[in-house]
T-cell receptor
Framework: DAGVTQSPTHLIKTRGQHVTLRCSPI?????VSWYQQVLGQGPQFIFQ???????GRGNFPDRFSARQFPNYSSELNVNALLLGDSALYLCASSRDPRSGNTIYFGEGSWLTVV | GESVGLHLPTLSVQEGDNSIINCAYSNSASDYFIWYKQESGKGPQFIID?????DKRQGQRVTVLLNKTVKHLSLQIAATQPGDSAVYFC?????????????FGKGTHLIIQP
């Protein structure tokens, strides 16, 4: 079975632009979460979606938004990009968001803002 | 949520020796803990997890120990191999439906000496 898949793997954007990152969860997983990982640090929680509804949000500005589709895939959108948004964006999936369900990560999307 | 921290940023061990990576957490409501391995340029890879109703859990060459009294978590890797070189993160969450996502520490870089 395929793991969590993310696209694109690498992209370069200019400051002020917007970006859309995509994620397909593991088959059978209905919960998708997004994380930002800056070089040298651990991942930081951005959003969690379950059954197409936002279930949790981390401490990120409103420039960050996401959604989950009926097939449980998800998009992360970031508007008005700043240089500080350069990071590895990770998607994770689990069967449901309840504590104890194993959470698997994709390989991430590397975003560079210039 | 509160932060999860690691005691050592870098751990160097001889190939074949056992490795012990430590983690301290501060959120007393945390009830589910996960260890991830992250190789350079890749997403976090699930290693092993443990729920708060357990003190110890074993996998293949890995053991996780949980001490709730002092809020301490450790990962033991037996007979360390070159392929174990990576950054290891502990992560925690509580029972609140995962709405706060996983909280990660900064990571420990495990270096294997030949």
């Amino acid at each position: 079975d395929a793991g969590v898949t993310q696209s694109p793997t690498h992209l370069i954007k200019t400051r002020g632009q917007h970006v859309t990152l995509r994620c397909s969860p593991i088959s059978g997983h209905k919960s998708v979460s997004w994380y930002q990982q800056v070089l040298g640090q651990g991942p930081q929680f951005i959003f969690q979606y379950y059954e197409k509804e936002e279930r949790g949000r981390g401490n990120f500005p409103d420039r960050f938004s996401a959604r989950q589709f009926p097939n449980y895939s998800s998009e992360l959108n970031v508007n008005a990009l700043l240089l500080g948004d350069s990071a590895l964006y990770l998607c994770a999936s689990s069967r449901d968001p309840r504590s104890g369900n194993t959470i698997y990560f994709g390989e991430g999307s590397w975003l560079t803002v210039v | 949520g509160e932060s999860v921290g690691l005691h050592l940023p870098t751990l160097s061990v001889q190939e074949g020796d056992n490795s012990i990576i430590n983690c301290a957490y501060s959120n007393s409501a945390s009830d589910y803990f996960i260890w991830y391995k992250q190789e350079s340029g890749k997403g976090p890879q699930f290693i092993i997890d443990i729920r708060s109703n357990m003190d110890k859990r074993q996998g293949q060459r890995v053991t996780v120990l949980l001490n709730k009294t002092v809020k301490h978590l450790s990962l033991q890797i037996a007979a360390t191999q070159p392929g174990d070189s990576a950054v290891y993160f502990c992560a925690e969450t509580d029972s609140g439906g995962g709405a706060d996502g996983l909280t990660f520490g900064k990571g420990t870089h495990l270096i294997i000496q030949p």
